[in-house]
C-alpha cells in the first residue's frame, strides 16, 4: 500500500501530497491520529485528507486506516527473488512459487474493495442492459484479456478480447454510453492501449484499467484496479504480473456473478454443462 502511494505520489495535488507524505514518513501513526490532527500535521483542510483517501481509491478515512493498518500489521515482507543460472529445480521451484505467493498476499492486504465494486457494478451494468463488454491487452496481457472473455461471456455478457491494436482501435470507435472495456497491462505505457482508452472514454463508455500504480495508463481509465509488482515490466516473460492479473479478473468475474444473481445464471450454466457432456467419451 506504501508503495502504491509513493508510486502516484506525482499524481496528486499538492495538497494532497502533502497527506501522502504524512502517511509515508510515519503509517503507524497516521492510522492513530483523528482527522483534525491529520490535517493540522499536514496542513491542509480535514476535506482535503478524506479527498486524498477517495483519490487512492477508498471510501473515506476510516475505509483508508483499516486497510493502512492490515497492511502494516499482516503485510508480507515481498523480497522478489530472481532466478540465476546457478540455481537447481529446487531453487527454481521455491522462488517462483515464494514470489507468486508473495505477490497475491500482498494484494490482498492492498486492495481497495470501493474500487473493484465501483468495476463491479460498471459490468452489472452492462449486463442488465444488455450492452457491450470489451477486454484488451497486447502480448501476455492479451492472454490475459482472452482469459476475461471466456468467463464473461458464459454469463451471457456481449464481449470481445482483443489483442490487435487496430481492432482495439476500432472496437473502441464502435463502444459508447452504458458499454465498458476493461483495459489489462503490466506496464501502463503500451501506446495501443492508451489510444483505445482514450477513445472508448470520450464515446461515453466506462474505462476500467488493471495497470500498475502511477503508470499512464492508471490515469487514463475511469476506474484504476491497482495491479502492483516488484517485476520489471520489461521483462520477456512476466509471471507475477500474469498471474495477479488473472486474479483480479477472477475476482471480478465472481462478485459480477453474484451481482447477477444464481437465479439467473444457474438455469443457463447447467443448459451449458448439459450441452458440453455430448462433446466427452464417456
Same mark, same amino acid.
Given at each position: 500500500?506504501?508503495?502504491?502511494?509513493?508510486?502516484?505520489?506525482?499524481?496528486?495535488?499538492?495538497?494532497?501530497?502533502?497527506?501522502?507524505?504524512?502517511?509515508?514518513?510515519?503509517?503507524?501513526?497516521?492510522?492513530?491520529?483523528?482527522?483534525?490532527?491529520?490535517?493540522?500535521?499536514?496542513?491542509?483542510?480535514?476535506?482535503?485528507?478524506?479527498?486524498?483517501?477517495?483519490?487512492?481509491?477508498?471510501?473515506?478515512?476510516?475505509?483508508?486506516?483499516?486497510?493502512?493498518?492490515?497492511?502494516?500489521?499482516?503485510g508480507?515482507p515481498?523480497?522478489?527473488?530472481?532466478?540465476?543460472?546457478?540455481d537447481?529445480?529446487?531453487?527454481?521451484?521455491?522462488k517462483?512459487?515464494?514470489?507468486?505467493? $508473495?505477490?497475491?498476499?500482498?494484494?490482498? %492486504?492492498?486492495?481497495?474493495?470501493?474500487?473493484?465494486?465501483? $468495476?463491479?457494478?460498471?459490468?452489472?451494468?452492462?449486463?442488465k442492459?444488455?450492452?457491450?463488454?470489451?477486454?484488451?491487452?497486447?502480448?501476455?496481457s492479451?492472454?490475459v484479456?482472452?482469459?476475461?472473455?471466456?468467463?464473461?461471456?458464459?454469463?451471457?455478457?456481449?464481449?470481445?478480447?482483443? !489483442?490487435?491494436?487496430?481492432?482495439?482501435?476500432? !472496437?473502441?470507435?464502435?463502444?459508447?454510453?452504458?458499454?465498458?472495456?476493461?483495459?489489462?497491462?503490466? !506496464?501502463?505505457?503500451?501506446?495501443?492501449?492508451?489510444?483505445?482508452?482514450?477513445?472508448?472514454?470520450?464515446?461515453?463508455?466506462?474505462?476500467?484499467?488493471?495497470?500498475?500504480?502511477?503508470?499512464?495508463?492508471?490515469?487514463?481509465?475511469?476506474?484504476?484496479?491497482?495491479?502492483?509488482?516488484?517485476?520489471?515490466?520489461?521483462?520477456? !516473460?512476466?509471471?507475477?504480473?500474469?498471474?495477479?492479473?488473472?486474479?483480479?479478473?477472477?475476482?471480478?468475474?465472481?462478485?459480477?456473478?453474484?451481482?447477477?444473481?444464481?437465479?439467473?445464471?444457474?438455469?443457463?450454466?447447467?443448459?451449458?454443462?448439459? %450441452?458440453?457432456?455430448?462433446?466427452?467419451?464417456?
Open positions: 500500500m506504501l508503495d502504491r502511494i509513493q508510486a502516484t505520489l506525482h499524481t496528486l495535488s499538492p495538497s494532497e501530497q502533502r497527506v501522502a507524505q504524512l502517511v509515508l514518513d510515519d503509517a503507524r501513526s497516521f492510522c492513530n491520529q483523528p482527522v483534525t490532527d491529520l490535517a493540522e500535521r499536514a496542513q491542509v483542510s480535514k476535506p482535503t485528507v478524506v479527498r486524498f483517501c477517495r483519490s487512492m481509491g477508498y471510501d473515506g478515512l476510516s475505509d483508508f486506516k483499516l486497510k493502512l493498518a492490515g497492511s502494516l500489521s499482516e508480507v515481498f523480497i522478489h527473488r530472481n532466478v540465476n543460472a546457478q537447481s529445480a529446487d531453487d527454481v521451484l521455491g517462483v512459487v515464494d514470489n507468486t505467493v $508473495a505477490a497475491l498476499l500482498k494484494y490482498r %492486504n492492498d486492495a481497495s474493495t470501493a474500487t473493484l465494486e465501483k $468495476a463491479v457494478e460498471a459490468m452489472a451494468y452492462v449486463h442492459h444488455k450492452k457491450r463488454l470489451d477486454f484488451f491487452g497486447v502480448g501476455n492479451g492472454i484479456a482472452q482469459d476475461a472473455q471466456h468467463k464473461f461471456f458464459r454469463m451471457g455478457f456481449h464481449t470481445n478480447a482483443l !489483442s490487435d491494436g487496430h481492432l482495439q482501435i476500432m !472496437s473502441a470507435s464502435l463502444l459508447g454510453a452504458g458499454d465498458c472495456l476493461v483495459v489489462i497491462s503490466s !506496464s501502463g505505457r503500451t501506446r495501443d492501449l492508451l489510444d483505445s482508452c482514450e477513445i472508448a472514454r470520450k464515446n461515453g463508455a466506462t474505462t476500467v484499467v488493471i495497470t500498475a500504480s502511477g503508470s499512464t495508463l492508471a490515469q487514463s481509465g475511469d476506474i484504476h484496479l491497482a495491479a502492483d509488482h516488484p517485476e520489471n515490466y520489461e521483462r520477456f !516473460s512476466p509471471m507475477v504480473s500474469r498471474l495477479l492479473h488473472l486474479m483480479i479478473i477472477d475476482i471480478l468475474a465472481t462478485r459480477v456473478a453474484l451481482h447477477i444473481g444464481s437465479e439467473n445464471l444457474q438455469p443457463m450454466l447447467r443448459n451449458m454443462k448439459h %450441452n458440453l457432456l455430448k462433446k466427452r467419451y464417456s
